[in-house]
């Protein structure tokens, strides 16, 4: 079975869902949903592979974790295949990804930009320190926003029109502590943090200029809510 403790990710399709853990990645088929069903496992290229988000386009997986991006072909979901991998120096905590651009948050070191056009060779296009202990990222319009571990900067914009020239765009606070998975909806983020707190957040004011000076202000938070220990939303 899937070992999937708080800080691992899950995706899921109206047929499959990918749960990722300790052990990897676990598919299901939950076409059915009353009864869903385990199709494979996929244990990565490392041993133990901790693998943390993943996005899922186009039948290949985009996997981060531990010190690793791995890109895994779907195209038989019964036997995922390894097209490429990519060592990171730190861990692995979200990843999106558009237009053969992979989106990676690195916990200890921010984010990073990989030219993921050709699985067996990835490249790095850019490094962007953003924060400290950044759990996530979603692109969004050009842009990519960050959860940081920092109330007075707990979502980071960046302009990523060039991917290999990221620019600082601007910051939200929140009143919570721990910032956790992020989420976008139509012009609104969301962000739990582990102390209860689940911020709401405007990002509707794009302007697409680029500039070392915040380009809008996302903050202070449209409203927020008290649940208890949230880790992710959708």
């Known amino acids: 079975s899937a ?3 708080k800080d691992c990710g899950s995706i899921a399709s109206s047929t499959f869902v990918y749960v ?11 076409s059915q949903p009353s009864t869903p069903m385990i199709i494979t496992n996929y244990s990565g290229s490392l041993n133990p592979s901790i693998f943390r988000d993943i ?3 186009n039948n290949k997986a985009y996997i981060v974790g531990n010190k690793i991006l791995e890109v895994v072909g779907l195209t038989n979901i ?10 990171l120096t730190g861990d692995g905590y979200g990843i999106d990804v558009n237009n053969n651009i992979a989106y990676l948050a690195i916990q200890s070191e921010g984010l990073k930009i990989v030219d993921v056009s050709n699985p067996s060779n990835m490249q790095i296009l850019s490094n962007y320190s953003s924060c400290y202990q950044n759990n996530d990222v979603v692109y969004h319009k050009g842009y990519v926003f960050l959860s940081c571990n920092d109330p007075n900067a707990a979502l980071v914009s960046v302009n ?6 990221p620019v600082y765009g601007s910051r939200g606070y929140t009143f919570g502590n721990t910032p956790q ?4 909806d139509g012009e609104r983020a969301f962000l739990p943090t582990l102390t209860g707190y689940v911020s709401r957040y405007n990002i509707s004011i794009l302007n697409g200029t ?5 380009l809008w202000n996302i903050y ?3 409203s927020e809510f008290i649940v208890n220990s949230p880790y992710d939303v959708d």
Do not use: E, H
């Not at 019964?78 to 060592?87: A, D, F, N, R």
């Not at 990523?160 to 020239?165: A, K, T």
């Not at 998975?181 to 976008?184: E, F, G, H, S, Y």
């Open 3 to 5: 070992s999937c403790p």
């Open 20 to 30: 990722l853990g300790t052990k990897g990645l676990t598919i299901f088929n939950v």
């Open 55 to 57: 996005r899922v386009v």
């Open 78 to 87: 019964k036997s995922p295949q390894l097209l490429g991998k990519l060592s």
């Open 160 to 165: 990523v029109q060039n991917p290999s020239n």
């Open 181 to 184: 998975q992020l989420d976008i």
């Open 210 to 214: 680029q500039g070392p000076y915040p």
């Open 220 to 222: 202070p938070p449209l």
